[in-house]
């Protein structure tokens, strides 16, 4: 009787052991702002992690001869630079595998220097100033088109497309509203396109009726403006105010939102604008129709612009730990830079310095209260 139960107590040893052993959990960072103005955007893209994480567990895969558990490491940086690098290096030192994030150019640059210190891979679907791979850190990944594409996009569209001849530009002094205005600047410059007013305000403002009607004066047939689309909801009820309504209004993915049409409150200026994102339109990416019904599913009324780019950096990631056999980061990063990945946005690859190879790019504008692509 005692050596059977001894046995007994073995074999529980045993599989309780071998169960230790079998399973593995991976934690896989995401960072964006989870409050203030633009926390709209980081549930959409957080959404986007945890619907990849969901999913991957149910593939019940094996790395390394573990059975792996992923779960997300969820920080908000309220895109504010500081915070941003607080919470990578949080990230750092609680040793995550990788890390989804950061939303805004501005918290992305600064942080991806504390990823690079640490050794942790980083990929973002939404910074977009091309600053940030300019350093070559071999951590650093961008899966959606850059500033360079964006801003020049509506600039040449602007000119070529819509003829317009005066445009004045006001910019929110972050690291990406500055970036794609400049190069929005640049390419409506060389297009013949007369830059009459260039203004710059805050990603905190709401009152913009001194600059706006400083723009006005100048008879511009288009803004442009660099930021996000709290700021921008208010210039277009603040320009519908000032007759400003036959204006057209330009801006990048920051502004390309839904939530621009409930900000927008009714402004009849809604309609004249043209905003442009990295990527293909939810349409037109490989996968991007049935993704987006599960995730309306899921997260209903939540859906904004990169969580699919989230859903994929994820996979990105854990498809470099499959190739490596391994989740630790010094083995796997290496396997990143070969990344050929077919995702629900596009065929993924990378350059050598971490941009996304062919990136393609979106136009859309609003009709009857509703987001509609333009190509």
Not at 52 to 68: C, R, S
Request: charged share 20%; net charge positive.
């Amino acid at each position: 009787m005692q050596m059977k139960l001894k046995l007994t107590v073995a074999a529980a040893i045993a599989v309780v052991g071998g169960m230790a052993l079998a399973q593995e959990v991976v934690k896989i960072g995401h960072v964006a702002p989870m409050s203030g103005n633009q926390a709209h955007y980081g549930k959409d893209n957080e959404n986007g992690v945890r619907m990849a994480i969901e999913d991957l567990n149910a593939q019940n895969l094996t790395i390394g001869g573990k059975k792996v558990k992923f779960e997300i490491a969820a920080e908000d940086d309220a895109a504010d630079p500081k915070q941003g690098t607080a919470v990578a290096q949080k990230l750092c030192d609680a040793k995550v595998s990788g890390v989804v994030g950061h939303l805004n150019s501005g918290t992305t640059i600064p942080a991806s220097k504390i990823y690079n210190d640490c050794g942790i891979p980083h990929i973002t679907g939404a910074a977009t100033n091309p600053n940030l791979t300019k350093p070559g850190y071999k951590t650093t990944y961008r899966i959606i088109a850059n500033d360079n594409s964006l801003g020049a996009g509506l600039a040449v569209y602007a000119a070529k497309t819509m003829k317009l001849k005066k445009i004045a530009v006001i910019d929110d002094r972050t690291a990406y509203g500055q970036g794609v205005a400049e190069v929005f600047k640049k390419t409506a410059l060389a297009d013949g396109i007369q830059i009459v007013d260039d203004q710059y305000t805050t990603d905190k403002a709401t009152d913009f009726m001194a600059i706006l009607t400083s723009i006005k004066s100048k008879n511009p047939d288009g803004v442009f403006y660099g930021g996000m689309d709290a700021q921008a909801g208010a210039m277009l009820r603040q320009m519908d105010q000032l007759g400003m309504s036959k204006v057209k209004f330009f801006g990048g993915d920051g502004i390309c939102t839904t939530e621009l049409i409930k900000i927008a409150s009714g402004a009849k200026t809604l309609d004249g604008v043209v905003c442009a994102e990295g990527g293909a339109s939810i349409a037109k990416m490989p996968g991007g129709t049935a993704w987006k019904a599960k995730y309306d599913a899921k997260y209903p009324g939540q859906f904004q612009i990169y969580s699919p780019f989230t859903y994929d950096a994820t996979f990105v990631l854990v498809d470099a730990m499959k190739r490596a056999n391994s989740t630790d980061p010094k083995v796997y990063i290496p396997k990143l830079a070969e990344t050929n990945f077919m995702g629900v946005t596009a065929n993924i690859a990378f350059e050598p310095n971490g941009e996304l190879k062919n990136p393609s790019m979106t136009l859309s504008t609003y009709k009857d209260g509703k987001k509609v692509s333009l190509n």
